[in-house]
T-cell receptor
Framework: KAGVTQTPRYLIKTRGQQVTLSCSPI?????VSWYQQTPGQGLQFLFE???????NKGNFPGRFSGRQFSNSRSEMNVSTLELGDSALYLC????????????????FGEGSRLTVL | EDQVTQSPEALRLQEGESSSLNCSYT??????LFWYRQDPGKGPEFLFT???AGEEKEKERLKATLTKKESFLHITAPKPEDSATYLC?????????FGTGTSLTVIP
């Protein structure tokens, strides 16, 4: 069973540019969530999509946006990049969302490491 | 405000030296507490889910426990392959809140 695939794995951008990251969830998973991981802050929730609808959003500025397609693949976009946006961006998928009573297991990809110069 | 605090930030153990990692949390309506393992350059990998105080889960050398305010990850007789960062997270029904992790190094 293929895992969560994130592309690109590494990228370097300059301040003011924008970036789009892609995430392909595990087949059959309908929920995709995005996290920003930095050494000082740990994993911070960006947003979650379920069946093409944004279900929840974390406390990030509007420069961070995302979407989900009908095949559950998701993209996130960061516009007007700042130095502080340098981080590992992780995507996680799960079969369901909301008040599930499952194991709560999120399946993470290996991340996209963004460096902003 | 929902939050998770993990301690210590880093832990070095000799192979076979048992210890515990701590996860303290405040959350409005705990729906679950989770432990993940993260290896360098990889995404986190699920270990356990705990739902209520008093619950315990075991997997090989790892045992997770939960109280109303904190969780412990006990590592018994660790091996070098247990070296990783261990992350704790809570779910409040809307989103997950992760701690910053404990970096564990097990020395042969």
């Amino acid at each position: 069973k293929a895992g969560v695939t994130q592309t690109p794995r590494y990228l370097i951008k300059t301040r003011g540019q924008q970036v789009t990251l892609s995430c392909s969830p595990i087949s059959g998973h309908r929920s995709v969530s995005w996290y920003q991981q930095t050494p000082g802050q740990g994993l911070q929730f960006l947003f979650e999509y379920f069946s093409e609808t944004q279900r929840n959003k974390g406390n990030f500025p509007g420069r961070f946006s995302g979407r989900q397609f009908s095949n559950s693949r998701s993209e996130m976009n960061v516009s007007t990049l700042e130095l502080g946006d340098s981080a590992l961006y992780l995507c996680a998928s799960s079969f369901t969302s909301g008040s599930w009573l499952g194991t709560g297991e999120l399946f993470f990809g290996e991340g996209s490491r963004l460096t902003v110069l | 405000e929902d939050q998770v605090t993990q301690s210590p930030e880093a832990l070095r153990l000799q192979e076979g030296e048992s210890s515990s990692l701590n996860c303290s949390y405040t959350v409005s309506g705990l729906r679950g507490l989770f432990w993940y393992r993260q290896d360098p350059g990889k995404g986190p990998e699920f270990l356990f889910t705990l739902y209520s105080a008093g619950e315990e889960k075991e997997k090989e050398r790892l045992k997770a426990t939960l109280t109303k305010k904190e969780s412990f990850l006990h590592i018994t007789a660790p091996k070098p392959e247990d070296s990783a960062t261990y992350l704790c997270a809570v779910y409040n029904g809307n989103q997950f809140y992760f701690g910053t992790g404990t970096s564990l190094t097990v020395i042969p």
